[in-house]
């Protein structure tokens, strides 16, 4: 079947610290691929995505690129601030189809 | 624009009672999603809609949860009877028809059965 893997949280780091948060896949197909982030108290927002093999999704300093070979969407900030203190989702879906397969979820706290 | 919209934020019932939870999607957008939250299970999809009509509720724990969409700015999500075991957050999302299109969430219901 569908899934989505990604690192266990919590993840605690220090402001301007480098973050890497893990994400793999399986699918039948080509998947699109994203990142969604929940902050405290709020639904989830698309944070960036990719549609095919070696696209690199981009926002707010955040970096993802669609690793086929590796069936990874590993998430990538160089340095992050507490403001980006959320939880964050990897996310699948599959050509044709508006349904999304979410991974687990990683919280991810910033101290000053 | 104004985001998706849902009701009540919060809501705390006793068991036994029927709970109903209400959605407005963002105008112009296809497809409609109810999502429940918890901590032991993470993100669940309950059941989606295209054009008003559900296409898959395989995700809708058991008969006690229904969802309706009578047009394409509202939709409800109901319980009856409610259990503790249904305490959580629900989310409803809506997305455009086109593929690859972001779902847009609400910030969702927290629901608590006492």
């Known amino acids: 079947g569908n899934s989505v893997t990604q690192m266990e949280g919590p993840v605690t780091l220090s402001e301007e610290a480098f973050l890497t948060i893990n994400c793999t896949y399986t699918?039948?197909?080509?998947?699109?691929l994203f990142w969604y982030v929940q902050y405290p108290g709020e639904g989830l927002q698309l944070l960036l995505k990719?549609?095919?093999?070696?696209d690199k999704g981009s926002n707010k300093g955040f970096e993802a690129t669609y690793r086929k070979e590796t069936t990874s969407f590993h998430l990538e900030k160089g340095s992050v601030q507490v403001s980006d203190s959320a939880v964050y989702f990897c996310?699948?879906?599959?050509?044709?189809?508006?349904?999304?397969?979410f991974g687990q979820g990683t919280r991810l706290t910033i101290n000053p | 624009d104004a985001g998706v919209i849902q009701s009540p934020r919060h809501e705390v019932t006793e068991m036994g009672q029927e709970v109903t939870l209400r959605c407005k999607p963002i105008?112009?957008?296809?497809?409609l999603f109810w999502y429940r939250q918890t901590m032991m299970r993470g993100l669940e999809l309950l059941i989606y809609f295209n054009n008003n009509v559900p296409i898959d509720d395989s995700g809708m724990p058991e008969d006690r949860f229904s969802a309706k969409m009578p047009n394409a700015s509202f939709s409800t999500l109901k319980i009856q009877p409610s259990e503790p075991r249904d305490s959580a957050v629900y989310f409803c999302?809506?997305?455009?028809?086109?593929?690859?299109?972001?779902?847009?969430f609400g910030d969702g219901t927290r629901l608590s059965i006492l």
């Open positions: 699918a039948t197909g080509y998947p699109s």
């Open positions: 990719a549609t095919k093999a070696d």
């Open positions: 105008s112009g957008h296809d497809y």
């Open positions: 999302a809506s997305s455009e028809g086109h593929v690859n299109q972001p779902q847009h």
């Open positions: 996310a699948l879906s599959l050509q044709g189809a508006q349904k999304l397969v």
